[in-house]
């Protein structure tokens, strides 16, 4: 099972968007609408801020929302804040003749400068 | 409120074994699929394994596939992951969270740190 492909690092001015791409195949993302997103600060565990493709967990900003076309999801951050500087994480079941489980992106630093 | 505490971590020789545990609380464990996901110094989240609620099923990593058992004791709700032939690149912290969706969910653990080293 092959990981999941982000860009290593994206960055952006406080107020403005950003998007932060996740590739997979017809594995994973192309075939299910189940990719999670995560944000991680440094010595912190995870903090699930998509399920499910687009969904939030109660307590997450709307400003984050995720979307998917074909083999690529998307998790977009609006307005910016100094505090969405982190690590984030793309995951997606996967289901295949050869593998079932979960696959994780390599993650994306975010800077917000 | 919903709790995951990992323990069992630490330093272990090249070829070793070490037993996780995540012990469960504020939910109904029985009732909900489990994950193990690491994460070594400095890199990104890997998934490791996972297990449906009764236990009857389980998946793993392809870099863990025949070293490591993930399995649970819903009666005592905890969830454990025993680990074996352990390799230098196994040294992660070890996370365990609750499932959503087929994937980790909103709840995580802390993690414990597995150290693999002579």
């Known amino acids: 099972q092959s990981a999941l492909t982000q860009p290593a690092s994206v960055s952006g001015s406080p107020g403005q968007s950003i998007t932060i791409s996740c590739t997979g195949t017809s594995s994973d993302v192309g075939s299910y609408n189940l990719v999670s997103w995560y944000q991680q600060h440094p010595g912190k565990a995870p903090k699930l801020m998509i399920y499910e493709g687009s969904k939030r967990p109660s307590g997450v900003s709307n400003r984050f929302s995720g979307s998917k076309s074909g083999n690529t999801a998307s998790l977009t951050i609006s307005g910016l804040q100094a505090e969405d500087e982190a690590d984030y994480y793309c995951?997606?079941?996967?289901?295949?003749?050869?593998?079932?489980?979960?696959?994780f992106g390599g993650g994306t630093k975010l800077t917000v400068l | 409120e919903v709790q995951l505490v990992e323990s069992g971590g630490g330093l272990v020789q090249p070829g070793g074994s070490l037993r996780l545990s995540c012990a469960a609380s504020g939910f109904t464990f029985s009732s909900y699929w489990m994950h193990w996901v690491r994460q070594a110094p400095g890199k990104g989240l890997v998934w490791v394994s996972r297990i449906n609620s009764d236990g009857s099923s389980t998946s793993y990593a392809d870099s863990v596939k025949g070293r490591f058992t993930i399995s649970r004791d819903n009666a005592k709700n905890t969830l454990y992951l025993q680990m074996n032939s352990l390799r230098a690149e196994d040294t992660a912290v070890y996370y365990c969270?609750?499932?959503?969706?087929?994937?980790?969910?909103?709840?995580w653990g802390q993690g414990t740190l597995v150290t693999v080293s002579s």
């Open positions: 995951c997606s079941y996967a289901g295949s003749s050869t593998f079932e489980g979960v696959v």
């Open positions: 969270a609750r499932d959503r969706s087929g994937s980790p969910g909103r709840w």
